[in-house]
C-alpha cells in the first residue's frame, strides 16, 4: 500500500489543488515521454477508444477538462473533425505544452469552478484528471451543469485491476514506476503521488454511483487493459442534483437555486516566460467559488462565444 506520505504536501498558503497544480507545472516538459514509456504505449489505446466513444455521440461542442499536454483533446479533434474542442487545465505549463502541439482553443480554468454558462457543451471529456481534484463530486456537478441535458461524459482514470493481475501491478505501481520516472522527469514524488491516489480512487460500481449522483443517468464502467484503466460514460439528465455554480457544496445545496450576484469582467493581454501571448480574463462575483481566473492561450471566436454567453448560473 502507499505511504500517504506521497500525497503532495500543501505549501503554508495552498490547498490540494495548488500542491497538485505546482507538481504536474514541474514535469510538464517531459510529461509525455513519462507517460509513453511507462505505460507501454497503452496511452494511445487508451486516447482512441475513447475518441472512438465520442464520435459515436456526435457531438457539436467537446470540452477536454484537465487536457493537460493536449494529447486526448488531439484525438478527440481528429475523431470528430467537424466538432468543436476546447481543451481546458489549471496548471499553465501543461497547456503551454499542448499550445507547442498547434492546439487552438485552450483555456486555464479550475474544474471546479468552470468559467462557463449552464447546458454549453455537448460533450466532457476527463482523463486522468478527475482523481486529482479536491472533491471529485464538485467536479462531477461542475462537469454536470456546463453540459446540455442529454449530453455526454467520458471519463478515463487508472484503477487497479482484479487478481491475478493485482499484486503485480501494485508492485510496479509503488516500486518500479517512481524509480523510472525519476530518470525521466527527475521528479519521483509525481509518481510516487499517482500510485497514492490510484488506490484511494473510487472504481466500478462506486464510481458508476457517484456519477449518478452528480446529475447523471445510465453510468456504465468498462475496464481497459486488464482494469488497469477504467473507461466511465454517462448522460446527463435533469438538473436534479446539480450543483450550481456559486451554491454551496453542502448536500443541502444540491439541486437548490442559487442567489444571483453581480459579475464584473476584466480582460488584459501579456506575455508568459516563453514569449507565449495571451490573454487574462477574470470574472469576478460575491461567492469566493467564482473568481475564476481563464487564461486563454489563443483568442478564438469560440472563446467569445463561450464567455459572452453569460456567467454561469449564481455569479
Known sequence: MPDSSAIPSPGPAEGKGAAVRRLFGSIARRYDLANHLLSGGLDFFWRRRAAKIVRSWKPARILDLATGSGDLALALAKACPDAEVLGADFCLPMLLAARRKGIANLVQADGMALPFSDAVFDTVTIAFGLRNMESWQRGLSEIARVLRPGGHVLVLDFSIPRAPFRGLYRFYLHRVLPLFARLLTGDRGAYEYLGASIEKFPAGAEMNTMIE???FADANCEPLTGGIVSLYTATRSTDA??????????????????TPTETSAKCS???NGDGDVHETHERQGRNALCFVPLVCLVDTPFHRRAISQGPPTGL
Do not use: D, L, W, Y
Not at 442534483?241 to 442559487?258: D, F, H, L, M, Q
Open 269 to 271: 493581454v501579456g506575455k
Open 241 to 258: 442534483g446539480v450543483i450550481k455554480c456559486g451554491a454551496e457544496t453542502s448536500p443541502t445545496s444540491v439541486g437548490r437555486e442559487p
Open 213 to 215: 449522483a452528480a446529475g
